[in-house]
């Protein structure tokens, strides 16, 4: 028995489909970027046999997203009787249909200098035309309809991850990360800041051997008051920063914070900068590249 027939879960099944050209590719790769297992340009009755065989691999009920066309040709014309057959084996198969009004389509097939894969011996608006009609049944049964003709790639991207992500796939998932710069700025920082303007604590016998984590190094360096400054007009910029990376679909950020050695100042100033945007309710994570290396 299959795992997808003992998992207590319906499994999740998602098929992609609508007019070439509307960005079926960029909707799976949004998809892939998520998690979900993708299979690209099959046959509508491959889903389900597919769709088992990744569930025995993964042991669990995945996430599975196909996409389908109509260069499946007479076979193409039985998905609506694949649909139906996943919904009474009590899966939960969602047709999600693709489409964009004819200039933009022959604008988008002019962009890349790419025939119509329906056009045969016609020109592009003519296949445009024929596979649109070939549509027109599914456009009826579909759960999600995207008209792309106003989206660019990482507008139909974001649609696709609020429409099938979690919640916290849809955060923006924000990295500050404390470093020293005499082991060289983080290659993955988005954003480096410099705190070797606060006193350093090494320079004080009993800090000397602690940490920025520890409350007696954190408070001497945190009552500076141009740290206390430089914390608050941070928070402040980043913000509207961290608001702009969600609207243009970006997810990953780090935001690193120097100071000579890593163990001190920027140590105790990633803590409070992280617990500062933590109650603006981003996702944060606090990493202490080099605290240890000294």
């Known amino acids: 028995m299959s795992a997808a027939a003992t998992s207590t879960e319906p499994g999740e099944i998602i098929i992609i489909t609508g007019l070439a050209g509307a960005g079926r590719e960029t909707a799976a790769h949004a998809l892939e970027d998520l998690g979900w297992y993708v299979v690209y340009n099959i ?25 389908v066309d109509a260069r499946s040709g007479p076979l193409f014309s039985e998905l609506s009787d694949v649909v139906q057959e996943l919904r009474e084996a009590e899966l939960r198969p969602r047709l999600v249909l693709l489409d964009a009004d004819e200039s ?3 604008r988008r097939f002019d962009s890349v200098r790419r025939p119509h894969p329906l056009q045969r011996d016609e020109g592009v608006l003519e296949g445009i035309r024929r596979e649109r009609e070939l549509m027109a049944p599914y456009r009826r049964l579909a759960d999600v309809v995207i008209d792309t003709s106003a989206l660019n790639v990482h507008q139909l991207t974001m649609k696709m991850r609020t429409l099938f992500g979690t919640a916290q796939e849809q955060e923006l998932s924000v990295t500050v990360m404390s470093f020293g710069f005499k082991y060289g700025v983080p290659l993955e920082a988005d954003h480096v800041s410099d705190v070797r303007f606060i006193p350093n604590p090494y320079w004080v016998p009993e800090l000397r051997p602690l940490r920025g984590t520890d409350e007696a190094v954190a408070s001497a360096v945190l009552g500076d008051p141009n740290a206390q400054e430089f914390v608050a007009r941070y928070v402040e910029m980043i913000l509207p920063v961290l ?3 969600r609207q243009e679909n970006k ?3 780090t935001l690193a914070i120097g100071c000579t050695g890593g163990k001190h100042r920027s140590v105790a100033v990633a803590e409070r900068i992280g617990e500062e945007l933590r109650r603006t309710g981003a996702p944060v994570r606090i990493r202490h590249r080099d605290l240890g290396r000294e």
């Open 43 to 67: 046959a509508p009755q491959l889903i389900r046999t597919l769709y088992d065989l990744q569930a025995q691999a993964e042991g669990a009920t995945p996430r599975f997203a196909v996409v």
């Open 104 to 106: 933009t389509l022959v």
């Open 243 to 245: 608001r702009g990376y």
């Open 251 to 253: 997810h990953f950020t």
